[in-house]
Nanobody, 126 residues
Framework: QVQLVESGGGLVQAGGSLRLSCAAS????????MGWFRQAPGKERVFVAA??????VTSYADSVKGRFTISRDKNTMYLQLNSLKPEDTAVYYC?????????????????????WGQGTQVTVSS
C-alpha cells in the first residue's frame, strides 16, 4: 500500500514562495496519477493540480494557474507555490490514484484518489 508524506509547508508573506514535497513509500507510485488538493478552514477539500505518470501532462485549478507548478521525479512529487496570496492559506494534501496513469477530467475529483497524505499547513499572511 502506498504511503504518502507531505512536507514543506509553513508561514510566508503574500507574494512569497514555498515548495511542497510529497514522498511516496513505494516504486509503484511512479505508475499513478498524482494530485494536490487543499482544504481551508470550514471549507471543502478542493483540487489544486494533478500530474500524469510521466510528468509530461499536468492540470491546474483556475485559481492557481500561472502561479503554481506541479512536477514529479521518481518517488517524489512537488508543488512550487509562487506569488502566494492570503486566500491560498490551507492544509495541502497530496494524493495518488492507483487506477490511472494518465489524466482524465475526473482527475480533479477527490474521490478518484485512493491514497492520501496527512497534509501540510500553508499560511500566507497579508
Amino acid at each position: 500500500q502506498v504511503q504518502l508524506v507531505e512536507s514543506g509547508g509553513g508561514l510566508v508573506q503574500a507574494g512569497g514562495s514555498l515548495r511542497l514535497s510529497c514522498a511516496a513509500s513505494e516504486r509503484t507510485f511512479s505508475n499513478y496519477v498524482m494530485g494536490w488538493f487543499r482544504q481551508a478552514p470550514g471549507k471543502e477539500r478542493v483540487f489544486v493540480a494533478a500530474i500524469n505518470w510521466s510528468g509530461g501532462v499536468t492540470s491546474y485549478a483556475d485559481s492557481v494557474k500561472g502561479r503554481f507548478t506541479i512536477s514529479r521525479d521518481k518517488n517524489t512529487m512537488y508543488l512550487q507555490l509562487n506569488s502566494l496570496k492570503p486566500e491560498d492559506t490551507a492544509v495541502y494534501y497530496c494524493a495518488a490514484d492507483e487506477h490511472k496513469a494518465d489524466l482524465t477530467p475526473r482527475s480533479t475529483l477527490r474521490y478518484e484518489y485512493e491514497f492520501w497524505g496527512q497534509g501540510t499547513q500553508v499560511t500566507v499572511s497579508s
